[in-house]
């Protein structure tokens, strides 16, 4: 059974670009959550997602990101105009149907913002 | 809101036992979580506690009691490859978990 697929591992970008990062969740799993971790510091919830719905996002920036998790396909987490700010790690975990159980967490991508 | 705190670096010997304290607030409980994470890579389980008392397992155990908003994970026979950050993470009325700044375990021979 593979586990979370995120792709990715590492994305370089210059200000103003765009980043699209792509989370596959566990075989089984409808549930898929994106943290993001700043350098030196914990993890932060930014978004979760079940297919084709967007439950919680209070912890996504208001602007230039946006979430989707299609009826097929990965997740996808894309940030519009990069700015040095958006450097960090983005996690994604994923959470069987249930939505009761253990989330286990992806590889990360690692976005680089010259 | 919730708020976590835990010890931001704790030094301990190979072969000794150390515990990492949590204790936190939260809106809401469903459980709480421990995973290890090592520099650069991505969280990893380590266990889960929804009731009061110790689960063990293998080298690792957690206790939680609820009433106290307190949680500690307790490793043994402590290794090298054990130094990492250990992340403790209550899971409260929201699905997402939060995450305290985790603890900085370092492992000397």
């Known amino acids: 059974n593979a586990g979370v697929m995120q792709n990715p591992r590492h994305l370089v970008r210059r200000r103003g670009q765009e980043a699209r990062l792509r989370c596959s969740p566990m075989?089984?799993?409808?549930?898929v959550y994106w943290y993001r971790q700043l350098p030196e510091e914990g993890l932060k919830f930014m978004v979760y997602?079940?297919?084709?719905?967007?439950?919680?996002e209070s912890g996504m920036p208001k602007e230039r990101f946006s979430a989707e998790f299609p009826k097929e396909g990965p997740s996808i987490l894309r940030i519009q105009q990069v700015v040095r700010g958006d450097s960090a790690a983005y996690f994604c975990?994923?959470?069987?149907?249930?939505?009761?159980?253990?989330?286990?967490f992806g590889p990360g991508t690692r976005l680089t913002v010259l | 809101g919730q708020n976590i705190d835990q010890p931001t670096e704790m030094t301990a010997t190979e072969g000794a036992i150390v515990q990492i304290n949590c204790t936190y607030q939260?809106?809401?409980?469903?459980?709480l979580f421990w995973y290890q994470q090592h520099a650069g890579e991505a969280p990893t389980f380590l266990s889960y506690?929804?009731?009061?008392g110790l689960e063990e397992k293998g080298r690792f155990s957690s206790f939680l009691s609820r009433s106290k908003g307190y949680s500690y994970l307790l490793l043994k026979e402590l290794q090298m490859k054990d130094s990492a950050s250990y992340l403790c993470?209550?899971?409260?009325?929201?699905?997402?978990?939060?995450f305290g700044s985790g603890t900085q375990l370092t492992v000397l021979p």
């Open positions: 997602l079940q297919k084709e719905n967007i439950i919680d």
């Open positions: 075989k089984g799993h409808s549930h």
């Open positions: 975990a994923s959470q069987n149907d249930g939505g009761t159980d253990t989330q286990y």
């Open positions: 993470a209550p899971w409260g009325s929201a699905r997402q978990l939060t």
């Open positions: 939260t809106s809401g409980f469903n459980g």
């Open positions: 506690n929804v009731l009061d």
